[in-house]
């Protein structure tokens, strides 16, 4: 048997499963939709709920790649 679980741990896993799972991050959710739009402007992102200081700190991560004034692109993963 595993380890042992708080009740609140429990709760929280048992509602995670009943859910569908986790939830995307909102760093996931600004890469999904910057790679389903191929560029998006600074005001769609924050109209789903990503912070602009987010913005910044995802570009110096290399999940972004700012190609002008409110213009993101998604950063293309490598070709193993």
């Known amino acids: 048997m595993g380890p042992k ?8 896993a048992e509602r995670l499963r009943l859910a569908g799972g986790p939830t995307p991050t909102l760093r996931e959710r600004a890469v999904a939709l910057t790679r389903e739009r191929g560029e998006v ?6 109209a789903i709920g990503i912070p602009r200081c987010y913005l910044s700190r995802m570009c110096d ?6 190609v002008g004034y409110g213009r993101y692109r998604a950063v293309l993963p490598k070709a193993a």
């Open 5 to 12: 679980l708080r009740k609140r741990d429990r709760d929280r």
């Open 41 to 46: 402007r600074t005001a769609e992102l924050t």
């Open 61 to 66: 991560e290399g999940l972004l790649v700012k």
